[in-house]
């Protein structure tokens, strides 16, 4: 494992290459590097690469890439966010954050991964990070404190359904298919779950938009 290498696009220093391969059958891609970083909260593996602007997710047009997801939605997949405009430098980006909930060999549910992909026009290139941030050894820890945390907030009472308003889709209060976002996952709970991966991949997301 070495240091990252001083590419056009910045990403943090603690992202480091790894010496390994992701297959990309979908579409050709130039420039490929694997990173990855981790601790006992969370683990990252990314491919930073360049790719042709055919196969490019469109900054113009977010709203597309959320009707894609709902119209093709899985039972385990879920949206966290999706969101475009231009970097600190005034490149323009596009980027969303999807969940899916992982099994194991037993079926029994065994965690959550977030899938954080984003396109920066880099002057003459488009490069495209497509990340993977699943919870480390123990899960479910932001989820369990922040849903205790609702039910002395709101004074929910024990003759009271706990769940009613915990799921929901972010862009569209109809749509109830897939592993739903939940109350947990708003931003504002990242600051007290700095290692969570979500908060990782959205601490991504923010050092590309400020830093290129």
Known sequence: MTTQENKDLKIPDYYRILDMEIPVTDFPVKEKIIL??????????????????EVAMDHEDPQKIIN????????DTGIIEVDAGKTKAGRPYVYFIIKHALFAEDKEFSGTEYTMNINVKYDDRIYFINSSFVEGRITGKRDTAVFSLRMKEENIQLDEDPFRGWSYDPYDPEYTKGFLMNRSEDVRYDAMFPDHPLSKARQLVRYIIDNN
């Open 36 to 53: 990855g970083s981790g601790n006992d909260e969370y683990d990252c593996i990314l491919m930073k690469c360049i790719v042709e602007e």
């Open 68 to 75: 894609d997801f709902h119209e093709s939605m899985e039972d």
